[in-house]
């Protein structure tokens, strides 16, 4: 019997915060790393990770949306067994409020970003 690796995508658009790769591979997961929000909102179409890591980058400049971020939960709404985890700036929390209300169920998590807290809420 073989075993697979759940996967784990995290979408690194900013990357503000420290590499967690080498913590998610500890704790088990393949980990893919997609760097633009487009490619990673067209690559959640086609497969269906374990959990996915992501940011919040509020971009005024978008007319039907906040970010990014939006477009990926829309996504996965439907599949309500991926946990997601959404890195954030708390300047940015008023901003990020509506997208909780609109889309529940996600964790969200303040820059700095913690590694004993981030492998608390993935273990």
Known sequence: MS???PRLIQVVELGAYPNFSAL???MGFQVETINVGRKAISMLKKS???????EFNY???FR???SHL???LAVLQPLSDIRVVVFY???EQDQLEPVRDR???FIALPYPIEEAELEAVLG
Request: net charge negative; hydrophobic share 30%; no cysteine.
């Open 59 to 61: 971009q005024f400049e």
């Open 103 to 105: 889309f529940p169920g």
């Open 89 to 91: 700036d708390k300047a």
């Open 3 to 5: 075993y697979e690796a």
């Open 64 to 66: 039907d949306r906040t």
């Open 24 to 26: 998610y591979q500890r």
């Open 70 to 72: 939006e477009s990926i």
């Open 48 to 54: 269906k990770p374990e959990v996915v890591v992501t």
